[in-house]
């Protein structure tokens, strides 16, 4: 197993378009969460499954974000009409029932 | 409200000293604190964890202790490396909850 992976490292879009972040977790993880972290700030909790369960979602996960976990497995965040606000790395963890989390190596949102 | 807190953005300390993160938190229900260190354009790694059962924790040159009663956890790192350079950031949970992560503190380990 390599760890947490995601897809892409990098993105760049402009304002208004629909964007789609891919997170394959570890196999054996349970859970799988979703943090975003801006310049200065630590990670900020998104959202979180349990299997294929959508467990938790933040205050800061607006009308505009969505995610899934389709099957328990990967899990994909999309944002419609993004904002330069959303500009962010937005980054990817699993764990074993909560314990040991392992992070991806995030993906950077440019909105210009 | 931050619920976690790392009040030194940035800590400079030679190579071969003794290096201290510090962490206060507000919740007396917080069970679990953990320790994550990030460099550039990667995720963050696991570095060491404590659970409110401990008031400390050792693994190698890294020492985690929890003073429950002042709601604070200190990183030490001895003997500090230049390969130690590294954004850390303190987390915690509380009852098997997502981490809450504070803001972080720049180590510079000066050669």
């Known amino acids: 197993d390599t760890g947490v992976s995601q897809d892409p490292r990098h993105k760049i879009t402009k304002r208004g378009q629909n964007v789609t972040f891919r997170c394959d977790p570890i196999s054996e993880h349970n859970r799988l969460y979703w943090y975003r972290q801006t310049l200065g700030q630590g990670p900020e909790f998104l959202t979180y499954f349990q299997n294929e369960a959508q467990l938790e979602k933040s205050r800061l996960l607006s009308d505009r974000f969505s995610a899934e976990r389709p099957k328990g497995s990967f899990s994909t965040l999309e944002i419609q009409r993004t904002e330069q606000g959303d500009s962010a790395m937005y980054l990817c963890?699993?764990?074993?029932?909560?314990?040991?989390?392992?992070f991806g190596s995030g993906t950077r949102l440019t909105v210009v | 409200d931050q619920q976690v807190k790392q009040n030194s953005p940035s800590l400079s300390v030679q190579e071969g000293r003794i290096s201290i993160l510090n962490c206060d938190y507000t919740?007396?229900?917080?069970?679990?604190f953990l320790w994550y260190k990030k460099y550039p354009a990667e995720g963050p790694t696991f570095l060491i964890s404590i659970s409110s059962i401990k008031d400390k924790n050792e693994d190698g040159r890294f020492t985690v202790f929890l003073n429950k009663s002042a709601k604070h956890l200190s990183l030490h790192i001895v003997p500090s490396q230049p390969g130690d350079s590294a954004v850390y950031f303190c987390?915690?949970?509380?009852?098997?909850?997502?981490?809450?992560f504070g803001k972080g503190t720049r180590l510079s380990v000066i050669a």
């Open positions: 919740n007396s229900m917080f069970d679990y």
């Open positions: 987390a915690v949970s509380s009852g098997n909850t997502p981490l809450v």
């Open positions: 963890a699993s764990s074993h029932r909560g314990y040991g989390y392992t």
